[in-house]
């Protein structure tokens, strides 16, 4: 079964609007997720690492003000892009390790965001 | 700063083909590598996984290699089909977890 359950899968929203996209650790305690995003016809480029009570670690040129990731618990990271505009339009995905070294990686469905 | 690179962009091959795809890294101080197959729309799927002291992973008709002094990795498909059309991603993990992806291998077996 899902190790990772990642929610929504597609949301529209219009301009100006916030989204938050919740991704949900079923099989273990998470201390650490990560957040990617994949613009159409390109990788995947990691956001962001969200550590489980305490600020996330953005990568460079992600801004942290407009993407908000909160991470309460050790099974829930939550990713809010906050003002979406249509150049936020994008797929968002989470993943989790089972272990520190990351021997084992799972990944969540997937978002995908419109922005109209 | 970890660059990974994959080629061809994009292939086509007809039924029955056995093919490799490529993918390079600059810094060789990786973790691991792992190939993933990401159909249109849709996440990804974990192919293979290859520890930095390994040399080569199988699971099926997929065979991946890894030369970490030379930062190449290879993805072979034997006797491809119209199923295992999809794009091919490899991504290297340098350190806990975070993964540096190649651009793809966007994958077209014809019938």
């Known amino acids: 079964g899902a190790v990772v359950s990642q929610h929504p899968s597609w949301v529209i929203c219009k301009s100006g609007t916030s989204v938050k996209i919740e991704c949900r650790s079923l099989?273990?305690?998470?201390?650490?997720m990560f957040w990617y995003r994949q613009f159409p016809k390109q990788s995947l480029m990691l956001m962001a690492t969200?550590?489980?009570?305490?600020?996330?670690?953005?990568e460079q040129g992600v801004e942290k003000d407009k993407f908000l990731i909160n991470h309460a618990s050790l099974t829930l990271s939550t990713l809010t892009v906050t003002s979406a505009h249509p150049e936020d339009s994008s797929f968002y995905i989470c993943?989790?390790?089972?272990?520190?070294?990351?021997?084992?990686?799972?990944f969540g469905e997937g978002s995908w965001l419109t922005v109209v | 700063k970890q660059e990974v690179t994959q080629i061809p962009a994009a292939l086509s091959v007809p039924e029955g083909e056995n093919l490799v795809l490529n993918c390079s890294f600059t810094?060789?101080?990786?973790?691991?590598l792992q190939w993933f197959r990401q159909d249109p729309g849709k996440g990804l799927t974990s192919l293979l996984l290859?520890?930095?002291?390994?040399r080569e992973q199988t699971s099926g008709r997929l065979n991946a290699s890894l030369d970490k002094s030379s930062g190449r990795s290879t993805l072979y498909i034997a006797a491809s089909q119209p199923g295992d059309s999809a794009t091919y991603l490899c991504?290297?993990?340098?350190?806990?977890?975070?993964?540096?992806f190649g651009q793809g291998t966007e994958l077209s077996v014809k019938p």
């Open positions: 993943s989790l390790n089972r272990d520190r070294a990351g021997n084992t990686i799972y």
């Open positions: 099989d273990f305690q998470a201390t650490t």
């Open positions: 969200s550590n489980e009570g305490s600020k996330a670690t953005y």
């Open positions: 810094d060789s101080a990786i973790y691991n």
């Open positions: 290859i520890q930095s002291s390994q």
């Open positions: 991504a290297v993990n340098n350190q806990g977890g975070k993964l540096i």
